[in-house]
T-cell receptor, first 115, second 111 residues
Framework: EAEVAQSPRYKITEKSQAVAFWCDPISGHATLYWYRQILGQGPELLVQFQDESVVDDSQLPKDRFSAERLKGVDSTLKIQPAELGDSAMYLC?????????????FGPGTRLTVL | SQQGEEDPQALSIQEGENATMNCSYKTSINNLQWYRQNSGRGLVHLILIRSNEREKHSGRLRVTLDTSKKSSSLLITASRAADTASYFCATDGTGGFKTIFGAGTRLFVKA
């Protein structure tokens, strides 16, 4: 069964350092999502791609976060510089299309700890 | 901001009992979905119910939707220890394709 791949699974960094997360969605899925999930809370959408285009990044802290999906396949989320409050699980998900029925398939996540 | 609010926040039951979780939301929706998350892992899609549906079943899961009250419930029958997880409702609003997750219900099933 096809799965969403994410790496790394765990990342520990010091504040002010740069970090990057990678996501490979299920083949053929046009829509890719990056979520941040703070412990004890639900996922919060950071950015949504339709192919290579950003369709929603309203909750992305653009002064320090950036995301790209250059060829409309895999994606990278970067934080520079990292802050203590960025410690969270970063989840990537994909779905076949933006038809309004957005069943999403999630990867295992990257747990970020900022010291 | 999170649209869905799950109730209760946490639920502890014995194996074999039924578990009911509720979700309330604020705006008009196209559909509502329920997801499960095991500790420290990604979310797994359980079931989707469209705005013109009132009830849906999948195995031991039963979901209801009341659009007039802007609420949904997830019933897990004959619970098992393996059902221990967090359960989230997620709504797709009529105004766009953005999916908004609630804060989740943490279910603990004791063997």
């Amino acid at each position: 069964e096809a799965e969403v791949a994410q790496s790394p699974r765990y990342k520990i960094t010091e504040k002010s350092q740069a970090v990057a997360f990678w996501c490979d969605p299920i083949s053929g899925h046009a829509t890719l999502y990056w979520y941040r999930q703070i412990l004890g809370q639900g996922p919060e959408l950071l950015v949504q791609f339709q192919d290579e285009s950003v369709v929603d990044d309203s909750q992305l802290p653009k002064d320090r976060f950036s995301a790209e999906r250059l060829k409309g396949v895999d994606s990278t989320l970067k934080i520079q510089p990292a802050e203590l409050g960025d410690s969270a699980m970063y989840l990537c998900a994909s779905s076949p299309g933006a038809s309004g029925v957005n069943t999403q398939y999630f990867g295992p996540g990257t747990r970020l700890t900022v010291l | 901001s999170q649209q869905g609010e799950e109730d209760p926040q946490a639920l502890s039951i014995q194996e074999g009992e039924n578990a009911t979780m509720n979700c309330s939301y604020k705006t008009s929706i196209n559909n509502l979905q329920w997801y499960r998350q095991n500790s420290g892992r990604g979310l797994v899609h359980l079931i989707l119910i469209r705005s013109n549906e009132r009830e849906k079943h999948s195995g031991r899961l039963r979901v209801t939707l009341d659009t007039s009250k802007k609420s949904s419930s997830l019933l897990i029958t004959a619970s098992r220890a393996a059902d221990t997880a967090s359960y989230f409702c997620a709504t797709d609003g009529t105004g766009g394709f953005k999916t908004i997750f609630g804060a989740g219900t943490r279910l603990f099933v004791k063997a």
